[in-house]
């Protein structure tokens, strides 16, 4: 009785540590595929978490797009869908909304402030970055953006007015930062029409 016992004893603490040895194991895999998980969606371009009817003309209702609250009020029974708002907008040759054209064909009047009690002052200059790597310059149009944008919009929040104190990125675009405090949110994705960006043509190939 005192050999069976033994045995039995063994056997639940042989079990015990297999157990042990199982939820460890388990444990790290947990860990590891929501770490993985989470840097991948870290890494997600911003516009990929909703679904946009700007952009390939997808009609998600608001309350559904992943990018409004569904539990605001306001987006169930005051916002106008996008689908019945943006039904005749122009867009560009990838499909997407050109709200530049938008802006220049009078489908959309812009306030000039909450109230409508101020005036715009839409600045006409261009700066062009050339740290493009291989790719074509940047023309960034101030014109296309004070039409509608005052300049502390910009700066210096999100843009310190000074030449070479923006050192700007795709990689910081994409993750919501410079251009991509609006651009693929609220005005056209920087990835699905790289010429909108890049129209500038270099004088020499560039480094890769």
């Not at 005192?2 to 045995?7: A, E, K, P």
């Not at 997808?58 to 916002?79: F, K, S």
């Not at 790597?133 to 007015?161: D, K, Q, Y």
């Amino acid at each position: 009785m005192f050999f069976q016992v033994s045995i039995f004893r063994a056997g639940v603490k042989i079990n015990s540590k297999i157990c042990l040895w199982r939820i460890w194991v388990m444990s790290l895999f947990a860990l590891f595929v929501f770490t993985w998980a989470g840097a991948v969606f870290a890494n997600e371009a911003l516009w990929s978490r909703g679904l946009h009817f700007q952009t390939e003309g997808e009609v998600i209702p608001l309350a559904e797009d992943g990018i409004h609250d569904p539990t605001n009020q306001a987006v169930v029974e005051v916002l106008q869908e996008p689908v019945e708002s943006m039904a005749d907008f122009p867009r560009d040759e990838k499909g997407i909304i050109d709200w530049v054209k938008v802006l220049d064909q009078g489908l959309i009047e812009p306030r000039e402030s909450l109230y409508g009690d101020k005036e715009m002052y839409p600045v006409d200059f261009d700066i062009i970055f050339t740290n493009t790597g291989s790719m074509p310059h940047v023309r960034f149009p101030h014109l296309a953006h004070t039409e509608w944008l005052s300049c502390s919009n910009c700066h210096p929040a999100i843009f310190l007015p000074q030449k070479g104190g923006n050192p700007v990125t795709m990689a910081q675009i994409i993750e919501g930062k410079y251009c991509g405090v609006c651009h693929g949110k609220v005005a056209f994705p920087p990835t699905m029409n790289c010429g909108r960006c890049h129209s500038v043509p270099r004088k020499s190939p560039g480094l890769r």
